[in-house]
């Protein structure tokens, strides 16, 4: 009888079995879409490395940018949510949550969370509230793309003024 030769061991495979596709959820307001915004979206494409990446962006709600920012948004969160959606690179929109963030974030099952450089919100306690729901999401903070220029702050600003 002829020996049997292994190919690899199971142990073997399992280490070199890569997703095809990581799965990579930034948040924001999106108020008004600038090349900041654009970088930031590159950003976390380029995450995904030696897999397919697949864009997931979360809107914030109208009610938690009146909360956080002390001011409704320039647009509707439905507004916002049809204007990112257009945007290359972008795979999937959807509207954030209005309380707890997390069941949302859990349902797409990120594989990376991208935060922007300047992001605050709901960041606390995150690593260990998806801990607790069995993700084993890695974060990560985002660089700035020359936030003197391009922050909506500071382009609202430079709107009213050329509006006076």
């Known amino acids: 009888m002829m020996p049997v030769k292994k190919l690899r061991s199971e142990k073997k495979i399992k280490q070199t079995v890569r997703p095809i596709i990581t799965r990579v959820m930034i948040f924001g307001t999106f108020d ?4 900041g915004h654009k970088h ?8 995904a490395k030696k897999t397919q990446p697949f864009l997931i962006v979360s809107i914030a709600r109208d009610k938690n ?24 690179g972008v795979d999937k929109v959807i509207l954030g949550a209005v309380g707890d963030h997390i069941p949302h974030i859990i349902k797409e099952k990120p594989n990376i969370i991208a935060l922007g450089y300047d992001q605050t919100a709901y960041v606390r306690g995150l ?13 990560v903070r985002l660089k700035p793309h020359k936030p003197h220029l391009y922050k909506t702050s500071i382009i609202q600003q430079k709107t009213k003024s050329i509006k006076a």
């Open 40 to 47: 930031l979206f590159e950003q976390a494409r380029a995450l």
């Open 65 to 88: 940018v009146e909360r956080i920012k002390g001011r409704a948004p320039r647009h509707t969160q439905h507004q916002r949510l049809t204007t990112v959606a257009k945007i290359v």
């Open 127 to 139: 690593r260990a509230a998806l801990k607790t729901a069995g993700l084993k999401t890695k974060i």
């Open 32 to 35: 008004i879409v600038h090349k």
